[in-house]
Nanobody, 115 residues
Framework: VQLVDSGGGLVQPGGSLRLSCAAS????????MTWYRQVPGKDRELVAT????????NYADSVKGRFTISRVNAKQMVYLQMNSLKFEDTAVYYC?????????WGQGTQVTVSS
């Protein structure tokens, strides 16, 4: 199983970024996917999750209405569209799945919101 995160960067408050997670090595279309984020010194925080078919999503209250999780099963990709970014969205963002009762994480991509 491999998850490769990309798309992070430096953005001004109010800006947008789209994160991508490229998955391989498992039956991607059969598993839910999740984005987490982590700030140094704090626990990882669940940001958004999406069902295997992409028909069910759930978001942290802090990002509802601003972030959108999506997936393209044919491409084995998961995305996180982040709009109206705030300073407090600064973190390393990780793609995650639970497969074969084991946790699998991407390497993380840094998002920095700064003026």
């Amino acid at each position: 199983v491999q998850l490769v995160d990309s798309g992070g960067g430096l953005v001004q408050p109010g800006g947008s970024l789209r994160l991508s997670c490229a998955a391989s090595g498992f039956a991607f279309s059969s598993y839910g996917m999740t984005w987490y984020r982590q700030v140094p010194g704090k626990d990882r925080e669940l940001v958004a999750t999406i069902s295997s078919a992409g028909d069910l999503t759930n978001y942290a209250d802090s990002v509802k209405g601003r972030f959108t999780i999506s997936r393209v099963n044919a491409k084995q990709m998961v995305y996180l569209q982040m709009n109206s970014l705030k300073f407090e969205d600064t973190a390393v963002y990780y793609c995650y799945t639970l497969y074969n009762m084991r946790e699998h994480w991407g390497q993380g991509t840094q998002v920095t919101v700064s003026s």
